[in-house]
């Protein structure tokens, strides 16, 4: 850090022109975004600034070689990643043989060694893990570098906070385990995203219905249109809502987003059901191909994880007999060691242990399925489902403990995420009144349920699995898992429930 310091110092009274190098997904995205402010505020002329973002499809993840044409063409002097340049030694070296210093800011695993930056800033160095960053998300790094900056009094004090509305998007959106500093900074990151000065997020917010900040409104309706850019289209549109300078600007951005995100669901509801009324395999792992948008992938395959308790890959064909794709795992089974077991079958491949990117050739898919699974089962893991299986915290006879005044006592926890979870509760000895399927395709869920008392209680569940949706008053008695929402009917607040999973007696 030390380092980057002095380097951006430097820049500052020289006035360099500096290239911010991101990512396409909500943590890149905010991440350069968090950069570009704090540079800024640094001193940096904002005409001197610019941000590159690398295409999805064309370029994936990393440092794209288009970087060196981009930045020799616009006598670029540093550049500075966020989210990404660990291990992107051979662009950062032809970077140096050009005269044009990097700075990497990342969060991602490492090589032993490190690029020959100036500076790598990463809680994950070999040489120098920093244990209590460890969670950090990309756009967590950057802003320890910006509060690096306010203590060497290149930012003012107390305008960094201003940050953190797009430092919780990210740390939220990247599913980094909220404890350690995340928990300090995503805190106050709430408080600074219910007063944002944003107005792209001012107008995205409005647009997707936000009633109230939490972990739930930022990871299913923030996030998702903030990410469908990427996943869709480009995700320079995100970028530039983020940067929009005032509601005029900022309105259009919003609704190509809404457009964009409703795409998005669409054909991932198409995919995902296509692939079910196939038949999911016997294997421990799923593995589909077909022909689908590359973006929708991995949600795909993170979908399939969570309704058959089986990793799962799912890739669409390119031109050439070429099958690209996204990998979903959990519990002990780790896709970047599984992938680099299986590396003679495989064109690409490599990521983290719940998420990875694979490239396969055609003929080949046959082999790469057979490896896979083989090494699933020579690992001999127990029962893998228990990472996968709610667990209520308390459980519930009395719907009249389930009060307003609950709801807000349990605020005081938030942000929820991996790390401190949202409080589940099992509600027993109760009735099933009704049933009803809800929305369009009727596959929401609503359940009406009565305690003992008398009292009344509504249970919500969007997209919900056939055997809930199929519950019968008369004959089934069940036990829900649900974590606690408030519904806003009209100015009236009530307290209802959103279900986790339901226990048939």
Request: proline share 4%; aromatic share 6%; glycine share 8%.
């Amino acid at each position: 850090m030390d380092k980057a310091i002095a380097r951006i110092k430097q820049a500052v009274e020289t006035q360099e022109k500096i290239l911010i190098y991101g990512d396409y997904d909500v943590d890149g995205v905010t991440a350069s975004t968090v950069m570009a402010d704090a540079l800024t505020l640094a001193g940096i002329n904002p005409d001197h600034l610019e941000i590159m973002l690398p295409d999805r499809f064309a370029d994936g993840y990393g440092m794209s070689p288009k970087l060196i044409t981009r930045a020799t063409d616009h006598q670029i002097t540093l550049v500075v990643t966020v989210d990404c340049g660990s291990r992107n030694h051979a662009i950062i070296d032809e970077l140096n043989t050009l005269g044009i210093d990097t700075i990497v800011t990342d969060h991602h695993e490492t090589d032993a060694e490190m690029p020959e930056a100036i500076a790598v800033i990463n809680p994950h160095r070999k040489d120098h893990p920093t244990e209590s960053f460890q969670n950090l998300a990309g756009v967590g790094v950057a802003f320890k570098l910006a509060e690096a900056l306010v203590q060497e009094q290149l930012i003012k004090k107390g305008q960094e906070k201003w940050l953190l509305d797009l430092v919780i998007l990210g740390t939220i959106c990247d599913s980094m385990l909220i404890n350690n500093d995340n928990r300090r900074l995503c805190y106050y990151g709430i408080k600074v995203l219910e007063k944002t000065r944003r107005p792209g997020l001012q107008e995205l917010m409005r647009r997707a219905g936000v009633k109230s900040i939490n972990a739930e409104s930022i990871g299913f309706q923030i996030g998702p249109r903030l990410n469908a850019a990427g996943r869709l289209d480009t995700a320079e549109l995100s970028l530039n809502l983020l940067s929009a300078k005032n509601p005029l600007e900022a309105a259009p951005l919003a609704e190509k987003l809404e457009e964009l995100n409703k795409k998005r669901k669409k054909e991932q509801r198409a995919a995902t059901k296509e692939i079910e009324d196939r038949g999911i395999t016997e294997d421990p792992v799923i593995i589909e191909t077909g022909k689908w948008h590359e973006g929708i992938l991995g949600i795909v395959a993170g979908r399939l994880v969570d309704e058959y308790h089986k990793p799962a890959f799912v890739l669409t064909e390119l031109a050439g007999n070429i099958y690209k794709g996204s990998g979903r795992s959990f519990g002990d089974f780790n896709l970047a060691d599984a992938l680099e077991n299986v590396k003679d079958s495989i064109i690409s491949g490599g990521g983290h242990a719940g998420a990875a990117g694979v490239k396969v050739e055609g003929n080949n898919l046959y082999k790469f399925r057979e490896q896979i699974n083989e090494y699933y089962r020579s690992l001999h893991l127990p029962d893998q489902s228990k990472y996968l299986t709610q667990h209520a915290d308390l459980n519930l006879t009395d719907f009249s403990e389930l009060t307003l005044n609950l709801l807000e006592e349990l605020k005081q926890l938030e942000p929820y995420g991996p790390g401190n979870e949202e409080p589940i509760f099992r509600l027993k000895n109760i009735d099933l009144i009704n049933v009803t399927r809800m929305g369009a395709d009727r596959n929401h869920l609503r359940l009406d349920l009565r305690d003992k008392n008398g009292k009344y209680l509504k249970l919500v569940a969007f997209y919900a699995p056939e055997q809930w949706l199929n519950l019968d008053p008369q004959f089934d008695h069940i036990e829900p898992l649900i974590k606690l929402t408030e519904n806003d009917f009209n100015g009236v607040k009530s307290v209802e429930a959103r279900i986790c999973d339901i226990i048939k007696l």
